[in-house]
């Protein structure tokens, strides 16, 4: 990339998109430090366990010694709070990076090779892209039970078509590319052409789709914690949280709901942003 492009991208990628973008990775970057930091404050005797109970069994405000107050059930509001944190991230990981180490390689090769290997994918992917994601991740949670692991990959399986499609798309407009046809007729395999010629070529928008399902992937756990499902009660997470908090906004108890409740939407306006941001940046060189 010359230097003109590289000053084409850095004018149009300013003011509104750069506000999304600083906003985006700010927010991203600061759950990412809770992450690193909570168990550093327990250590310290700053938070207290969070799979210890109180002493006492009644909600109470937040005060110096519990900043988010305590729950019904006698748990630190801020303790768990931050360490719904860790739960949230590492199903957003595993989710994401599950999805696309399957939906990249099955787009590469159908895409490809086409003919029956396409078809019989695309009947796959479709019929996965038809069913809505919440649901799909309920029904395989009761299949593979509780757990960080058993719920990322519930998730995934939802992301997987979209890393599929896009990939696919990509790698049928570009395999009757000269380049392509040049390795082909030089001999070389259908692994070295997919992996040299054709990969770094199609996975410009991943960063993008990783985001956004980040953000979903978010929501989604929220949902199964909410219904009762995903992970089990001693480890912290944010659906949950609210699940058992919801009855404390009939008696007055708002901060059982507004603290998790905060740190779920604004971790999911992190990925949005973030990925909005990236969408309008990787945009840009194709765009004259």
């Not at 366990?49 to 107050?69: E, R, Y």
């Amino acid at each position: 990339m010359n230097l003109t492009k590289l000053l084409r991208i850095r004018t149009r990628f300013g003011g509104y998109s750069a506000v999304l973008f600083t906003v985006g990775i700010c927010l991203t970057l600061f759950f990412i430090s809770i992450v690193l930091i909570a168990p550093l404050l327990q250590s310290w005797g700053i938070l207290l366990d969070p799979t210890d109970l109180l002493n006492n069994q009644v909600s109470q405000a937040p005060d110096p010694k519990h900043l988010f107050g305590t729950n019904i059930r006698g748990y630190d509001v801020f303790s768990r709070t931050l360490f719904g944190t860790s739960a949230a991230l590492q199903v957003v990981l595993g989710s994401t990076c599950f999805s696309i180490l399957l939906g990249v390689p099955l787009g590469l090769l159908s895409g490809y090779l086409g003919g029956r290997v396409d078809r019989f994918l695309l009947f796959i992917m479709d019929t996965l892209y038809t069913l809505p994601g919440l649901l799909l991740s309920v029904t395989l949670v009761f299949i593979l039970g509780k757990g960080i692991v058993n719920v990322a990959i519930a998730v995934s399986i939802a992301y997987i078509p979209q890393y599929f499609r896009v990939v696919r798309n990509q790698t049928v407009s570009l395999k009757t590319e000269l380049f392509v046809e040049a390795a082909r007729a030089m001999g070389a395999s259908t692994f070295h052409i997919l992996t040299r010629y054709l990969f770094f070529n199609v996975i410009q928008s991943i960063p993008v789709l990783f985001t956004l399902n980040a953000a979903d992937a978010v929501l989604v756990l929220g949902g199964l914690g909410f219904l009762g499902l995903g992970l089990p009660e001693e480890i912290p997470e944010w659906g949950h949280d609210l699940k058992e908090a919801l009855p404390d906004l009939s008696v007055g108890i708002w901060w059982t709901t507004l603290f998790p409740g905060m740190a779920l939407t604004f971790l999911v306006t992190g990925f949005s942003l973030l990925g909005e941001s990236l969408s309008e940046l990787l945009n840009l060189p194709n765009r004259d």
